[in-house]
């Protein structure tokens, strides 16, 4: 039996089993195993150096050469599939000879200077050399030099120490998706190249350093720092986007010098730029290191007792003298679920207000809204792993390989399996590379789209009829006579998609047993979000794509704790879990949970509470790590808003453009300096461990928490953060089986509700919390803006690979900023032919809320009409020329992805 | 006037090198204005035809008059108008132009099967193949023949892959047929790399319609809907020769929808290989044709279980491919009769090197070696001592010239340490240093590793630096056994037939001749004087005239001496290069 974190056991069937002897010993494994693979699930040693379990066989270094009864020579233990009666022998004189020559070879090419090698300790071919105690060599020669260096700012390429392996070109093409690397030249001058030999220029995830068996392969950033053997390890879990990926930190000197990650997490050891790479931010000269208080027009550093003092003292007037409704507060899906726990138990225990919410309403909370709605929950469905199991991706408004590198790397790996994917996106985002159809929409158009397939998938009676009836409600006529109007003609008409591909992507979803739908921002960012959610839950659930393994809805969230901080009830209309504050009954047992008495409606969304700041009903806000002053619609209006209140207070780690404009400051700690938990994108609860101490003063989020909340007359008081993590489980079944011992392998996925529960791999097994999932008909409502004479281009903005949401961690970290130095607009070569536009050329982009001015790539990205602008910048920043006032009716999110523009040349 | 008159004139690669082209425009133009072209009409002809085998002798023509066939060697265009007038006007041949008895000589044991038609057919046209019987024997299979039929007769016949591996045909496409799915390639490997071969260029350039025809037959026989030939593009004249074949082959209904009204359908695309020598190699082949980089990989899985696309494939060489429509025409049993037990038909051998018939044959297999070299090829040039034959190019052996009455079969040349390979044969004369041709190969094999396996990679570059520091005097005590080890350990833990069998050169040539490396190491001493780092020239002063031939050859001013006297060599300043050795008309000079 294997086992898996993600997964537990894995359940391996006996029925397709075989047996060999390895060394005399009787081994049973499923057919198709290698012998390596045979050898490994037995703890037998066979030396390796090409070989990784992720890749495809390879069979060039020969070390695993190995004796089978019957063949006339040696054979390749990793690429030779174990058969039934087979006996191997993995080791004699002879084998280990000739093994020793293999080393001895390798090795009279090699620099052996292990002594200031940075592998050193870590490097398998040292590792080898030890061994087999290779000290003269017998082969001794020319080695290859090289004098060009690759000047890339990610990556050492140390070419001379490359043995050739290929592990980096397999990991580059087979999991990453971009054959960046392949081997130049033949012979002794086989090099492992870029092309052209010019300098590395790819997707910098690292991959190729995790996989490099020896000191080739060197993130830029770690040299000189540390070698493994001085290094201590600390496992926790990615700070950027959803995936929930494991970083391992190797810490020297209270520095966090590389990150690596082990392959059984639920990111099976890959990482992308940021990830990896993206770390220098921690130790970063610019944090924030103590307390500041506003004194005059300056910042001036205070003490801890000063500055909690002072703001406890503002806050409780303000509350006295307006009413706790005056006082709102921002939470951070950055931070962990205990601190964003504490955060809303502050701010309706202590202040006494649901006004909490936080940046979910800018991204998922139409997800959440719609989801909750008709299935009774809005998470992801499945899991990450289960990706592979589909056997149709549906994604749609997603820029899956940019915004979540990690899933993208699941999805490629399940069309390496044969799956089939379908991509719907305005941009030719680069996971269409992979799709086998791809919808390019006119942006705002998806339930035109989504209707549109579900028209043609009604019409040629491809639903599920069992399904439908046995687990569903709406499916009516009523329901049916709404999708009439969406032909694939009409459809086409309004979304500019070809019908036949319409049709054709509704078949081959339909047609599938286990289809995933996949989306985020594309779907949510809309006046009409909600909306969109729905289409895509009725798309779902007329092909009975739901509770089971590898079908079913999945919105993938975009911060490391996203899922967590809603979760953790910091949104105005609900309590942890999802638990409405409106209800008594729920009310009252937070009541007796907290011990305090609880306000009784509805708080103001994150959008509500900037237009009241604006109108003067709320005087004072709490920022905890998050920056609405760059991330927030139509910043002009949202900064007045921000200035015009009488008391902001901004929690985070670096002086953000939020931050500059607070009353006081307070220096928190980041990711790697706490203890904690966060949740992915797939209800995973993992632990968040402390790797180094806080820079100056600055001080856990949780501890400032309670520490003001002490000072505002209400006590917390947790002498270690499990104890928060206990009061969750009380205050929400879904986590009261969750322990920090039982996270301690992996995580675990929420429902979670005893404490022999093994975790929820995929929702709505057996019906959903409702009862019975709800078809809603939606009709195609066009956006807020269309393009006219004046604004005559669509504006979608969104993220990039290297930086994330405002830059505040990447924009700090030298080789990100080195390969994404500045904002720029994405424009289709015919537009930028009728504006005389070439890459490069400077232009100013305005929308009925204010302009930019940026520096123009053209590129086939966005169709015609089409332009795109990244949000991350403050040079530029994408969200002046967005609206503030286009919000969803239901979940309040602005419409990011739709806004018109103008693009003018400057000279 | 004649009634037929026909000119053949040979443009293979030999012969278009020689002027073939030129001599065909000769041929044309001498007609014209001797009025022949004009009384004798569709009667007289002059033909472009395939490579003959006597490269040697280029342009080799035929003027064949009323069917009496002569055939002239060594002809130029301005020999033509002699010829026209002598032969063809006067009826006289021109006999001091006509080829010599060593042109007979050089056919007599010869036995032609896949070069039967090369030389007589023009391969830019398909009719000339036609009407000496070609395609009889894709109508014959698809129209009379049920696949398994097909496939009975090839294994019957016996024929085994001239690749080099010497598989058996009619079981690998037995193979291939019982492969579940529908999907399955068939592939000619045109990609000839070894040095010195070129069998299979001058099979595609002379009769292109043969391989076409074996891969339609073979494609029929396991179920094959596309067919690829991967030939180097260093083949130019080849390529372009199969391009105009396989249209003319769509053309006429031989490949296409539907071939002969039947349900049977193939076609077949050409790839173009890009010069790497690996790519000989059936996985690496694949993959070069699935666009990634040439590199072969680990079996199984074979070819015929998963090959291109990861469909059932099966590869077979041009000459495998070009018997088989002979095979079919003329019966398993006919083709079973010629050769040994084991190795029936003929091989085709590119036989070069010392030798003084040099040129492309093709010969029953077991035919003795002495046979070759000494009634075919003539013997050796110069009448020097034959020394070795070394066959099967880098991947084969060497054999001493003791062992000369061994037959030439998969067997007998495997149980020497060599192989018949795909057909390269170099013979070698006392004047070769064998540690040199041990090196020479080296040098290419590990040229032309792919670089994927580290004893290939790394083990093939140290074995040609220990040969290099022994041809340079370097040698030491130590070198020859390690030189064997590292041999052994390359055979056996390489990937692919290009590592495994890369030492062959080295473990034959220290097999035989040892003494030859002893001499190197200890006494730093080349017997045949051919490594110049081991040579010395030093002038016989009883026999120096002081004529200065040398001081003025020498390109580095190393011999000094007044005229009439003795002169001397300052061996400081030699370079080695044998200048004076060869210039020197009273043998004055030493060489040792």
Redo the contacts between chains.
Sequence with gaps: MTQSKELGEVNESRVNMITLTINNRQISVPAGTTILDAARRNEIHIPTLCDDPRLE??????LC?VQVKGMP????AC???ATDGMEVETSNAEIE??RR??VE??L??HPNDCMVCEKAGDCMLQELAYFYNVREN??A??RRTYAKKDMNPFIERDMEKC??C?KCVRVCDEVQGVAAI??A??????KISPPFDKDLNCEFCGQCVSVCPTGALLGKESLGKGRQKDVKEVETVCPYCGCGCNLTLHVSRNEVVRVTSKQDTVNEGWLCVKGRFGFNFISSPDRLTAPLIRKGGAFAEASWEEALGYIAERLTAIKSKHGPDAIGGLASARCTNEENYLFQKFMRAAIGTNNVDHCARYCHSSTVAGLATVFGSGAMTNSIAEIEKNDVMFVIGSNTKESHPIIALRMIKAKRKGAKLIIADPRRVPLVRFADIWLQHRPGTDVALLNGMMHVIVKENLVDRAFIESMTDGFDEEFKKNLEPYSPEAAESITGVPKDLIVKAARLYAGSKKAGIYYTMGITQHAHGTDNVYAIANLALMTGNLGKEGAGVNPLRGQNNVQGSTDMGCIPNMYPGYQRVTVPAIRQKFEALWNVKLPDKDGLTAPEMLMAAEKGSLKALYIMGENPALSDPDLTHTVKALKALEFLVVQDIFMTETAELAHVVLPGASFAEKVGTFTNTERRVQRVRRAVNSPGTAMKDSLIIMELSKRMGYEMNYSHTVEIFREIGQAWPALAGMSYARLEDGGIQWPCPTPDHPGTQYLFKGGFPRGRGRFTAVTYQPSHEEPDKEYPFILTTGRTLFQYHTGTMTRKVRPINAVSPEPFIEINPQDARALSLESGAKVRVSSRRGSITLKAVVTKRPGKGVVFIPFHFKEAAANILTSGTALDPVAKIPSFKVSTVRVEKVS | MNKDILIKVCMGTGGIAAGGEAVIAAFEKAFRSAGISASVEKNCSVHKVGCRGFCARDVLVDVIVNGDKFTYEYIKPDMVERIVNAHIKAGIPVAEWLVKDDYHTFHNKQVKVVLSDCGEVDPEDIDSYINRGGYEATKKVLTAMSPEETIETVKASGLRGRGGAGFPTGVKWEMARRQPGSVKYIICNADEGDPGAFMDRSVVEGNPHAVIEGMIIGAYAFGARYGYVYIRAEYPLAVERLHLALRQARERGFLGEKILGTEFSFDIKIKLGAGAFVCGEETALIASIEGKRGQPRAKPPFPVQKGLWGKPTVINNVETLANVPYIIRKGAEWFAGMGTEKSKGTKVFALTGKIKNSGLIEVPMGIQLREIIFDIGGGIEGGKKLKAVQTGGPSGGCIPASMVDTAVDYESLARMGSIVGSGGMVVLDETDCMVNVAKYFLQFTQAESCGKCVPCRVGTKRLLEILTRITEGKGKEGDLELLEILSSDVKTTSLCGLGQTAPNPVLSTLKYYRDEYEAHIFEKRCPAGVCKDLLTYSILEEFCKGCTACTRVCPAGAIIGEKKKPHKIIQDVCIKCGACFETCKFKAIKKG
Excluded: A, H, K, W
């Excluded at chain 1, 066989?57 to 020969?62: A, L, V």
């Excluded at chain 1, 020579?73 to 390749?76: A, C, L, Q, Y």
């Design positions: 066989p390879y069979g060039g270094c020969r050469l020579r040696p054979v390749t690429t030779t599939p000879r000739q020559t293999v070879l390798l009279s090419d017998r082969f020669g020319e043995i050739l290929g392949d081997i030249n033949r012979g002794f001058g086989s």
